[in-house]
């Protein structure tokens, strides 16, 4: 996937929490121009960052 981290784990803080949401929807409206690892939040595997993944990472927060 281009780089260490845990699915879902945005800002690669080894955490999956509200924070990884934050910087997800960041990313999504063009605030953060850089993301490393995109494809670590690309929980759909889709090959795209959008409110659907944003939905599945609230899910699995609320699992966990």
Sequence with gaps: CG???????ANSDQNINVADIVYMVDFIVGDLV????????DLNVDNNLNVAD???????????
Aim: aromatic residues 8%; hydrophobic residues 45%.
């Design 54 to 64: 944003i939905i599945l990472l609230i899910e699995l927060i609320l699992e966990n």
């Design 34 to 41: 850089y993301f490393p690892n995109q494809c670590i939040v």
């Design 3 to 9: 780089g260490p981290g845990v699915n879902g784990d």
